[in-house]
């Protein structure tokens, strides 16, 4: 094998893979070409594993593209890129070519994503265990102002993930399923390789798939790993939601297994070869799985579920109800009957510990309560932010906390700075190196190191100048995959992440009709703004449907109206994904972090935004309090209710909208506006109509009481950017050397020492 770190072998080796010279090749010929070297690289960092090792069980793993990432983490990328432009090539087109993974919905799967390559960089032994779904989430489209969802293809062509041999057998209802593994390398900066295991039946069929993204759901060997969250709002849906999680934990457990029993484990000593983190409650049927596959093995029950309990581990990563997941036991008698006297017998054992019936796992209604399971069987909950862990602890589950309070620890959440800095941003990072050198790479504290030049005035005009070029950057990039035009010298505000009514895409609507009304008023913003978004909305969830409808036909009025246009733009990114994202985040000026206090865990996107230079504008909610501590209140724009104020109001159930909007004229105004002459006339009345009655009517996340203060910090950062443009790339420069804290790097190490314990 040539060394591949060199320019001109690299170049030799890939006219060699693809047979000719390097201008004669497409660039699928050279992805492909690039994946064989990867691959082969990757192998080389293979380590043996010694002592415990991590199995990390998610339903997403959102991972984006791997090429270019890989590329980086192998110490490839610079040469592939200078070979490439030697030929007349360009790595950005490169990327094109490559189909984004669709594997996951939000920040669960992309903080599982970040986790995989931190372990790898860390040179911990940890694989993720997931499936393999064939269309993934659905791919977003608008039509007259509509989401419209249709599949995913995202499979076919050359494929990171490689089929193997290995293939379990996994009880369905009564009938035997063939669970095939999927191999697909993880690369770690600098590290070792991991892997991400990903399960699929062969039989899946994706022709089953109709009308958008319907398909018949009673069919389960064809269409169990055709989806990502399939549709729940029917008995079939959320039955085929169980069979995509017994067969993920199913094969996963037998994998694990199978693993440590070569690795010398007599599985009594199972704790000693593996941790299994429960990643949210998809995951919780390992646990009785596990305790019945050690009775396969002749363990008896007590200890299995004290051994279970040692290898396990649970993160929670939400307090809304609805996402907590609780299934009728018919459900589980009809698709896992094997599972069900493991759960009932689990469930006698916390009626003898306590008489509390808030905690059990089958409730009186006989609904068995999963996040209950995992609590009660595993050696550790986590909450994902400070805040977070502590409104668990408190609130949530508080009656949990009293029963187990050395069960529960807080782990931040964290993102991996190889793809949200050095992929996503590679002028801030050269900037970067040239002032710290590169420790900060693996070391993300360094970059504190950069506070040093907060009063260097060159300093500040460079990260202003890096900011620009990405703003021209994502302007060309809309431009060319989006045909929208944008102003790259006005302020860029962005939204981007799941749809939900919580995390407020509402408010900022609120915001942008006042804004629309003052402009018409002659109260002209200080510089022409642009605000971003970018959402997909689960199918079946009609008001956070209506409120991407509400934003592109204001979208469409404003556009129409030259005396609007000219000050105010709404931009919503179709189809937003990691790809989109590694373009929307260096651009950004302005974050929005808006969610109502106590709801959002911790958000992950915050964390992208500071790193790349953006100030955030949020509640105290999730991480953004940890952020605002790191940067100080005068590098930040808060405002808003707190988390205790909004869990007061819950507890008295005395909020009402109503009364906010007959007595407000600002928010009266805003609202009326849904269902006036200009809206109408570029959107449907049924759908502003119904968003506009359930902002009246119910507003269950108090969009309304926040309104005035959010309208006042948003035209007060507006103001400090346009009025004060070095104080403002100031703040920018502190929000950069304070994001250390928010490696996934960092996450992963607490994990390892509190929970874990790998390789010991
Ligand atoms: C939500 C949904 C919504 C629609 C359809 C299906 C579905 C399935 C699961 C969920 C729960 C998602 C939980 C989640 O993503 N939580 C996020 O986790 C992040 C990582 O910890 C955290 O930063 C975010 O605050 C939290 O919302």
Not at 386 to 412: G, M, Q, R, V
Request: charged fraction near 25%; hydrophobic fraction near 40%.
């Amino acid at each position: 094998m040539m060394n591949v770190k060199n320019v001109k072998e690299m170049e030799t080796i890939l006219s060699e893979v693809c047979k000719k010279e390097i201008e004669q090749c497409s660039y699928e010929e050279l992805y492909t070409a690039l994946l064989g070297i990867v691959e082969e690289e990757s192998k080389k960092h293979v380590m043996d594993v010694k002592g415990r090792k991590l199995y990390y069980i998610s339903a997403e793993f959102l991972i984006g593209k791997l090429l270019s990432n890989n590329l980086i983490n192998l110490g490839l990328y610079e040469n592939v890129k200078a070979c490439l432009e030697a030929h007349g090539k360009s790595m950005a087109d490169l990327e094109e070519v490559e189909p984004e993974p669709s594997l996951g919905n939000g920040g669960l799967g992309r903080l599982a994503a970040c986790f995989l390559d931190s372990l790898a960089t860390l040179n911990l032994p940890g694989d993720g265990i997931g499936l393999r779904y064939h269309c993934g989430l659905f791919h977003q489209k608008f039509e007259n102002q509509c989401q419209s969802e249709t599949p995913d293809f995202w499979l076919g062509g050359d494929e990171w993930a490689k089929k193997t041999e290995k293939t379990y057998t996994v009880s369905l209802a009564g009938e035997d399923y063939t669970a095939r593994l999927y191999k697909l390398a993880v690369t770690g900066y600098e590290g070792r390789t991991n892997y991400l295991n990903l399960f699929d039946l062969d039989t899946v069929d994706s022709s089953l798939i109709k009308e958008g993204i319907s398909f018949d759901k009673t069919e389960i060997a064809k269409n169990l790993t055709l989806f990502l969250y399939p549709d729940d709002s029917d008995d079939a849906g959320r039955l085929l939601r169980i069979y995509q999680q017994y067969l993920m934990v199913s094969a996963g457990a037998q994998m694990i297994l199978e693993e440590c029993k070569e690795r010398g484990s007599d599985l009594h000593d199972l704790a000693d070869y593996a941790a299994i983190q429960i990643n949210d409650t998809h995951p919780s049927m390992v646990i009785p799985e596990l305790i019945r596959l050690l009775g396969e093995e002749g363990i008896e029950f007590e200890e299995a579920v004290e051994i279970v309990t040692k290898v396990c581990a649970y993160t929670n990563h939400t307090i809304l109800a609805e996402a907590l997941e609780k299934w009728p036991k018919q459900y589980l008698d009809t698709v896992v009957p094997q599972l069900v006297p493991v759960i009932e017998k689990l469930d006698e054992l916390v009626r003898e510990k306590t008489e509390d019936d808030s905690t059990a796992i089958i409730d009186e209604s006989e609904i068995v309560h999963m996040a209950h399971m995992d609590i009660h069987f595993t050696h550790s909950t986590n909450g994902v932010a400070a805040l977070h862990t502590e409104i668990l602890k408190n609130s949530e589950l508080n009656h949990f906390y009293k029963l187990y309070p050395e069960k529960f620890n807080n782990k931040t959440n964290g993102i991996t700075f190889r793809r949200w800095l050095l992929k996503c941003n590679p002028e801030l990072t050269d900037l970067i190196e040239s002032l710290i050198g590169p420790g900060f790479k693996k070391d993300a504290a360094e970059l504190e190191k950069l506070m040093d030049f907060a009063e260097d005035e060159k300093v500040l005009k460079q990260l202003a100048e890096i900011k620009h070029d990405n703003k021209v950057a994502l302007a060309k990039w809309l431009e060319h995959t989006q045909n929208i035009v944008v102003n790259p010298d006005s302020i860029f505000m962005i939204q981007s992440k799941r749809l939900h009514e919580y995390k407020r895409q509402q408010l900022n609507l609120l915001y942008l009709i006042h804004q629309y009304f003052e402009i018409k008023e002659g109260h002209l913003p200080n510089t022409p703004v642009t605000a971003i978004f970018g959402a997909k909305a689960a199918p079946a969830y009609t008001i956070a449907k209506d409120i991407i409808h509400a934003l592109l036909a204001l979208s469409k009025v404003i556009a129409d109206d030259p005396e609007v246009s000219q000050w105010l733009q709404i931009v919503f990114i179709e189809n937003y994904n990691v790809t989109a994202a590694e373009k929307m985040i260096p651009a950004c000026d302005l974050s929005e972090q808006i969610s109502l206090a106590s709801k959002e865990a911790s958000g992950t996107g915050n964390m992208k935004f500071m790193l790349n230079g953006a100030l955030t504008l949020g509640t105290m909610d999730g991480a953004n309090v940890e952020i605002a501590e790191a940067v100080g209140q005068e590098n930040i724009y808060i405002f808003g209710q707190s988390s205790d104020q909004v869990i007061r109001t819950y507890g008295h159930s005395d909020y009402c909208a109503k009364e906010w909007y007959e007595t407000d004229p600002n928010i009266k105004r805003a609202i009326d506006f849904l269902t006036g002459e200009e809206m109408l006339s570029c959107g449907r009345q049924d759908k502003l109509e119904r968003l506009k009655n359930e902002l009246i009517g119910k507003d269950w996340f108090q969009t309304l009481p926040d309104f005035n203060a959010y309208i006042v910090r948003k035209d007060q950062a507006i103001a400090d950017y346009v009025q004060n443009p070095l104080d403002w790339t100031k703040s920018a420069l502190v929000n950069i050397s304070k994001a250390g804290f928010f490696s996934s790097d960092r996450t992963i190490a607490e994990y390892n020492d509190d929970i874990w314990h790998l390789g010991e």
